[in-house]
């Protein structure tokens, strides 16, 4: 589905280990960038850092595994009353051997916290020039709503080149649009009003999937995300505005979506 | 035997083993609902039930069971009973009474838990029981309230009377510096239920509530909020896994430094950073599991910072457990394989959880089997592997027999090869994009053979775990005699008789100066 | 420190401890869980009915006998163990209070529609009837530290008092309330309320009890457990510093 090239990690795991200083920094470096106004499209950040992050992880996990497995093997019993022959530690050392974990641990947490805070600033960051669609979901369909007062069930047509994000609520149970291809998901529920947003850059179709428990035909409730090209949408949402005036639904008003409270909302609405 | 004495009894020990019992036949059963839904999964579409309700059912079941039911009795049941007493040198627990009525209340929690199966409308509303679909569906909802509540009393009253009883039973000499780590981590896990089962109490009661008595709580239209459940939920429940990983790490110090004959590396750390740490971080990281929820944006920022941190005291036990082994002298007992074990697979569970501590990854994950995944390693198998650990070890001392070593590995093996057959492809479909939850993954054709084979995998992992509760049961029967102390351990348990009697010891035991639990060389 | 086993295992079979008042509670709760189910999911009250006539003789035949098996043996672990017991009790609490701030806290519009005016007086007189409850079970106690028996038992009744005439102003208080259509399931505030003072009531009801457990000993004035007493009166003072919070929060936010 999406396989992502390694890009320096090696020097990044190692970096970890410096600290807090060097997380502050690299922090402050990113968000400098994602001043500009160009797009951050989080899907990307979310590829890159899950890696970095399984690969120190993985780099964690070998560490101990090793030394586990060399104490292991280093120490089997050799005669039935033989018993450990570990050095009593000092005072000083049993301190050492706290406090200098705690540091290490602590930095490696902080160095993932900043790269973590950075990525879901991208995720919050929702640009200005977007299409907005409501969402409301329910046992078992998405219905959208586009600002035009366009309807349609379980598939979002989107233009491709656009951020799009999704004003969701629901009118029963919890529900989860889930768009693997893109990386997000975030639950719907009666009474508040979540959000979240993508970039489709390139024509084609995703899977959208719900992701939260809703009921019994919770694993059938699956729709598309068919992104188009910005020509093919156009003419697209030409057709559905004029078989709604043909319908002589009203246009713009009347969407899905009930008065709610706002759950989290993004930076800039 | 004299059947009486052991349903009405009030002594500890025996309380533990009632305890050992029920739990194990949960865990039978609920491992069984997993070998249905396992089967269920192995191809697209219909399987082994063509209604969706069963599988929700059995998952329901499966999930609420093994977690209630078999991991936090097994561990602050059974273990806690039989253990705590003996090892501060107690004759029984400070209140023998109220702990009796622990046992049978968790006795009835479980039999109202498994009754899924004999009733009409069974619950279908996962372990988590999420309104506003708790609310709504015509499953049995109260079932899982009062199972949830019985079996929370029966915890809050245990954890009382453990607190109760270390605080003022302890046998002269046996201070606070001289306490088995095992002691140590039940403690902190009853200060976590104490704190954080009645959150849990009062969540599952609401929705009973509001579902069958007309409360609002949840209800959006009359100023309800379906968000207010979610957050009291994993208030208690994620400090529940700690509930369950205190205890069950606290086994593994015993067998680890038992069965290698070595001191547990750096004592103080463990208790004071290790066990304090957890429970003071455990209350303020429930919001990872709510990344998804549409949670503000200070909860899930400040979360992920603290998930994170959990990180360190788990480390400082993991760096001591390690120490421990440095120059030790290790015997390759059935207990010792399946402790050895919970190190390197918790290792993979725990490192797995990091990535789910931050938001901006959890967006994708959240919800997928790589969650699964995690947990899984973490609790199904380290988890498991140490209740495991804790019964081989503990074995001799409470049958005074001796089970099979040759099957004890056989069983180890099988369990570690399918464990991580099983749950490691779990963690690779989440990645890419496998939702949990799912009866059917027809849109999702590209993971059946991965399906197929965690299928096969279970089969394997469960024979593991079915050769070892059978070769308790024979042990237990007809297994050898094992004396007083086969392991050559100096933690107190093992200066008694093989079982212990009532009363435990004719006199109160009492320790030399430089007596330790973990005092394996003289001088 | 090993010692003759064969001596031990022989003369320790003859007497392991029994009781079988846990079993009986545990079951009648069985039942009780049993008898919720069947009314309120399956619709069958005469089920409900024979169950909970199962569930209340168990758990009262339970309580009793495991109270007169066990009264006056305490080895006086029962005071800290309370203080375990309280700090789950109060979280129980809290829980409900986080959850009414969180539903309220979020919302423009509060009190949401359908409510009505509380009564202001009522609560501070319920508030001076408990806080009196709290004071005379304290120099009850005092008495009984001293040894005077007789003293005693005459605070200890009016502690009593005081307790059964506040449930019954709380009584009186949920029927106008009802009777002014007020009920559990108005709005989310309604049931709040009804929910937070039922489970304070419930807490009167389980502090009386109490008290009605060590009655016999005190009106014969022999076997007076001093640590039964103390456990009571400090639930006793628990249940009276909830009040404040209920009522703070509840009557006058
Ligand atoms: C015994 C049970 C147990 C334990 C111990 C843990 C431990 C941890 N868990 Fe897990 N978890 C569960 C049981 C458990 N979990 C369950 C049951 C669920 C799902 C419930 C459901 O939805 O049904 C879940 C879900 C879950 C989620 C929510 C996912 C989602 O639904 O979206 C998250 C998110 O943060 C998470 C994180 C963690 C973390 C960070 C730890 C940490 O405690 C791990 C710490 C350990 C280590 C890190 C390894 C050892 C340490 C070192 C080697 C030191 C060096 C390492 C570093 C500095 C990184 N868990
Ligand atoms: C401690 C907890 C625990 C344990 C041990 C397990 C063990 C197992 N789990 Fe479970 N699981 C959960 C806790 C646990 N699980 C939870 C909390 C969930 C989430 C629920 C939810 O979503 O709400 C879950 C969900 C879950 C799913 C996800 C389903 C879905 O989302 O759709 C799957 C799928 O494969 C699964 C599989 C398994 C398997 C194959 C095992 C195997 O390891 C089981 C093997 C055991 C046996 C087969 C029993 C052995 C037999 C005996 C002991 C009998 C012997 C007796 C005699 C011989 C007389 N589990
Ligand atoms: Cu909608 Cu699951
Ligand atoms: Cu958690």
């Given at each position: ?249 009203p246009a713009a008003a009347e969407t899905g979506a009930p008065v709610a409270k706002p759950a989290a909302r993004p930076k800039k609405t | 035997m004299n059947l009486k004495e052991w349903i009405f009894t009030t002594d500890h020990k025996r309380v533990g083993i009632l305890y050992l019992i029920g739990s194990l036949a949960a865990f039978a059963v609920a491992g069984i609902m997993a070998l249905l839904m396992r089967a269920e999964l192995s191809t697209i579409g219909p399987t082994i039930t063509a209604n969706p309700t069963n599988y929700n059912v059995w998952l329901y079941t499966h999930g609420a069971v093994m977690i209630l039911g078999f991991q936090i009795p097994a561990l602050t049941g059974f273990f806690a009973n039989f253990c705590i007493p003996l090892m501060i040198g107690a004759k029984d627990v400070a209140f023998p009474r109220v702990n009796a009525l622990s046992v049978w209340l968790f006795y009835v929690g479980v039999i109202l838990a498994l009754a899924t199966f004999f009733i009409p409308d069974p619950p279908d509303i996962m372990w988590t029981g999420y309104p506003p679909y708790s609310t709504i569906t015509t499953g049995n909802t109260a079932m899982y309230s009062f199972t949830v509540l019985i079996l ?372 | ?253």
């Amino acid at each position: 589905m999406h396989k992502q090239h390694v890009k320096g990690k090696m020097c990044r795991a190692s970096a970890a280990v410096c600290g807090a200083v060097l997380a502050a920094s690299s922090w402050a470096a990113e968000t400098a960038q994602s001043a500009a106004p160009k797009i951050n499209d989080p899907a990307r950040g979310w590829d890159s850092l899950w890696h970095e992050v399984i690969v120190d992880i993985t780099i964690i996990g070998i560490l101990f595994a090793v030394v586990t497995a060399w104490f292991v093997f280093t120490s089997r019993r050799t005669a039935g009353n033989q018993t450990g022959a570990s050095p009593k530690l000092s005072a000083a050392s049993a301190v050492g051997w706290t406090v200098l974990p705690i540091f290490i641990f602590l930095s490696i947490d902080l160095y993932t916290a900043a790269n973590g805070w950075v990525l879901w600033n991208h995720y919050r960051d929702v640009p200005a020039d977007r299409l907005e669609v409501k969402l409301e979901s329910g046992m078992y369909s998405w219905d959208y709503t586009y600002p035009n007062g366009v309807r349609t069930q379980n598939e979002l047509i989107v233009p491709a080149g656009k951020p799009v994000m999704l004003r969701m609520t629901s009118r029963d149970t919890l529900h989860s649009h889930y768009i693997p291809d893109f990386r997000v998901k975030e639950d719907s529920m009666p009474g508040r009003v979540t959000y979240l947003w993508f970039h489709p850059t390139k024509p084609g179709e995703h899977l959208v999937t719900c992701a939260e428990y809703c009921g019994v035909m919770h694993s059938y409730m699956a729709g598309r995300v068919i992104v188009k090209s910005a020509d093919e949408y156009a003419a697209w949402m030409k057709r559905e505005e004029t078989q709604l005036a043909a319908a002589g639904a009203p246009a713009a008003a009347e969407t899905g979506a009930p008065v709610a409270k706002p759950a989290a909302r993004p930076k800039k609405t | 035997m004299n059947l009486k004495e052991w349903i009405f009894t009030t002594d500890h020990k025996r309380v533990g083993i009632l305890y050992l019992i029920g739990s194990l036949a949960a865990f039978a059963v609920a491992g069984i609902m997993a070998l249905l839904m396992r089967a269920e999964l192995s191809t697209i579409g219909p399987t082994i039930t063509a209604n969706p309700t069963n599988y929700n059912v059995w998952l329901y079941t499966h999930g609420a069971v093994m977690i209630l039911g078999f991991q936090i009795p097994a561990l602050t049941g059974f273990f806690a009973n039989f253990c705590i007493p003996l090892m501060i040198g107690a004759k029984d627990v400070a209140f023998p009474r109220v702990n009796a009525l622990s046992v049978w209340l968790f006795y009835v929690g479980v039999i109202l838990a498994l009754a899924t199966f004999f009733i009409p409308d069974p619950p279908d509303i996962m372990w988590t029981g999420y309104p506003p679909y708790s609310t709504i569906t015509t499953g049995n909802t109260a079932m899982y309230s009062f199972t949830v509540l019985i079996l929370g009393f029966a915890s809050i009253i245990g954890g009382v009377n453990f607190l109760t009883t270390v605080a003022y039973m302890r046998a002269p000499g046996i201070t606070l510096n001289k306490l088995n780590i095992f002691v140590w981590c039940t403690l902190g896990a009853f200060v976590l239920q104490l704190i954080f089962v009645p959150v849990l109490g009062t969540a599952v009661s609401l929705i009973s509530m509001d579902k069958y008595l007309g409360t609002n709580f949840f209800d959006p239209a009359k100023g309800g909020d379906v968000l207010t459940y979610q957050n009291l939920f994993w208030f208690y429940s994620h400090p529940a896994v700690y509930v369950i990983f205190l205890p069950f790490i606290g086994v593994v110090f015993e067998v680890i430094s038992s069965h290698a004959r070595s001191a547990v590396f750096n004592y103080k750390m463990v208790v004071y950073g290790g066990i304090g740490g957890i429970v003071l971080l455990a209350g303020e990281v429930w919001v990872h599991h709510l990344y998804v929820s549409g949670m503000a944006d200070w909860l899930r920022i400040g979360q992920m910072v603290t998930t994170l941190m959990i990180s360190i005291p788990v480390g400082l036990m993991m760096i001591s457990l390690v120490g421990t082994l440095y120059k030790s002298s290790i015997a390759f007992t059935t207990p010792m394989l399946y402790a050895l074990g919970v190190v390197f697979l918790f290792l993979i569970g725990g490192l797995t959880g990091i990535p789910l501590a931050v938001p901006s990854l959890t967006l994708a994950v959240s919800d997928t089997y790589y969650v699964v995944g995690h947990f899984h390693y973490v609790m199904a198998v380290a988890g498991t592997f140490a209740i495991f650990a804790g019964i081989y070890h503990w074995f001799p001392k409470f049958s005074g027999r001796m089970y099979n070593e040759l099957w004890g590995k056989i069983g180890f093996w099988l369990t570690f090869i399918g464990s991580n057959v099983v749950f490691w492809t779990m963690m690779d479909i989440g990645v890419d994009g496998m939702p949990r939850r799912y009866y059917d993954y027809a849109h999702f054709p590209q993971f059946e053979s991965a399906h197929q084979l965690m299928t096969a995998g279970a089969v394997v992992l469960g024979l593991g775990f079915a050769i070892a509760v059978l070769n308790w049961i024979i042990g237990a029967m007809k297994g050898p005699p094992a004396g007083d102390n086969p392991w050559g351990s100096p933690s107190l348990e093992w200066t008694t008789v093989s079982p212990p009697p009532h009363g435990n010891w004719p006199s109160p035991p009492s320790v030399a100066d430089d007596w330790h639990p973990y005092s394996y060389r003289k001088g | 420190m090993a010692y003759d086993a064969h001596h031990a295992e022989g003369h320790a079979h003859a007497h392991w401890d029994t009781s079988v008042w846990p079993f009986v509670i545990s079951f009648g709760i069985l039942f009780l869980a049993v008898a919720f189910s069947l009314h309120f999911v399956y619709h069958s009250s005469f089920a409900a009915v024979l169950s909970l006539g199962l569930a209340f003789p168990m758990i009262i035949a339970g309580v009793a006998g495991w109270t007169s098996e066990a009264m006056g043996k305490g080895e006086g672990l029962s005071y800290g163990a309370m203080g375990w017991f309280i700090l789950a009790e109060a979280m129980i609490f809290i829980s409900f209070f986080v959850a009414y701030w969180y539903t309220k806290l979020h919302v423009e519009v509060w009190p949401p529609a359908g409510n009505v005016t509380l009564p202001k007086v009522l609560p501070l007189v319920m508030t001076f009837v408990l806080v009196s409850s709290s004071l005379t079970i304290h120099y009850a106690e005092h008495l009984l530290h001293l040894g005077n028996k007789a003293g005693f038992r005459t605070w200890y009744l009016l502690t009593m008092v005081l307790g059964a005439t506040f449930l019954g102003m709380s009584i009186y208080e949920w029927s106008h309330l009802i009777h002014a259509g007020f009920t559990i399931s108005t709005n989310a505030f309604s049931t709040i309320f009804f929910s937070v003072t039922g489970l304070h009531g419930s807490h009167v009801v389980v502090g009386l009890a109490i008290f009605m457990a060590g009655l016999p000993s005190v009106l014969r004035g022999t076997d007076i457990d001093e640590g039964f007493m103390r456990t009571a009166g400090l639930y006793w003072h628990f249940v009276d510093i909830i009040w404040f919070f209920v009522v703070s929060q509840i009557y006058f936010w």
